[in-house]
């Protein structure tokens, strides 16, 4: 079963100024899809034809769907070198959906609404969300999975596509097919965030246009892809944004930086695509 890698084949040969080649798994309605999602092993095969897809085209690879990070400690540690494990970005990353009767979906793969923009106030919108969403460990482990309660890295993974779950079980508390095990410490997670040395980077430059959002205590930009800033971080990115083009190295030794977090920060930066160089 080699689909995937001819799909990307057929389409980069024949379009060539593709830059990114990205899977999605089935989003499975009530009745009659819940068996064409994919196992356990197909993943496998599935993300070895993504990295055969890079390797050959020197392209970007996604795989877009959630999946807990712990699944990644069943699998090739190579897999974690690329971007094949997401964890739920409902409403921080996702742009929501509003449907033509007004109703507000925080993912466009939900089954259901949660609120409507005109019956709602901005206010019980903000709150239905973060219950939701779990913008507090309690709110979050009030929609998780009994297994994943004690986890280390709960509040960074999310355990898994929340509207899956509502789909298969119509309980968002139940188990993905995909979990493995509760994590004792954020060794795989560092392992899945491990960052490169940016610092040694002689020049980056911003992109020309970049687009961010204040989310209560963050902010969350977007290159070509997403990324999530503390209020500190954001304006950092300001001021080297003004600077147009600036050298890592020169910015640290002028401010005395600490190294490690400020590369931290640039991974960030690079992973969005809002830094180039």
């Not at 960074?156 to 779950?165: I, L, P, V």
């Not at 990324?227 to 971080?233: D, G, P, Q, W």
Request: aromatic share 14%.
């Amino acid at each position: 079963m080699n689909d995937v890698y001819e799909t990307a084949r057929f389409l980069l040969e024949r379009y060539p100024n593709i830059v990114r080649f990205a899977t999605a798994s089935v989003s499975p309605n009530y009745d009659d899809q819940s068996g064409l999602m994919i196992n356990n092993n197909d993943i496998s095969h599935i993300f070895d034809q993504m990295i055969s897809i890079h390797k050959n085209y020197w392209v970007d690879i996604r795989n877009s769907r959630p999946l807990p990070i712990c699944f990644s400690e069943w699998l090739d540690p190579e897999y974690r070198s690329y971007d094949l494990f997401r964890w739920c970005t409902i409403w921080i990353a996702n742009a929501i959906t509003i449907t033509q009767n007004w109703n507000l979906k925080l993912c466009p793969v939900l089954n259901y609404s949660v609120a409507n923009v005109l019956k709602n106030s901005y206010e019980e919108i903000k709150r239905i969300i973060w219950e939701f969403d779990g913008n507090s460990l309690e709110s979050l482990k009030k929609t998780s999975p009994k297994e994943c309660l004690n986890c280390s890295i709960l509040e960074t993974c999310k355990w898994w596509c929340k509207g899956e779950a509502l789909a298969l079980w119509k309980d968002i508390t139940m188990r993905s097919r995909y979990l493995k095990k509760p994590q004792r410490d954020s060794k795989l997670l560092l392992d899945l965030m491990r960052d490169e040395d940016l610092i040694q980077v002689k020049e980056f430059r911003f992109r020309e246009k970049i687009r961010f959002r204040k989310d209560w205590n963050n902010y969350v930009i977007r290159g070509e892809r997403f990324a999530l800033l503390t209020s500190y971080e954001f304006e950092m990115l300001q001021y080297l944004r003004n600077l147009w083009n600036f050298s890592p190295m020169e910015i640290c030794t002028k401010y005395g930086l600490n190294l490690e977090l400020f590369n931290a920060f640039l991974n960030k930066l690079e992973k969005a695509k809002a830094i180039l160089n």
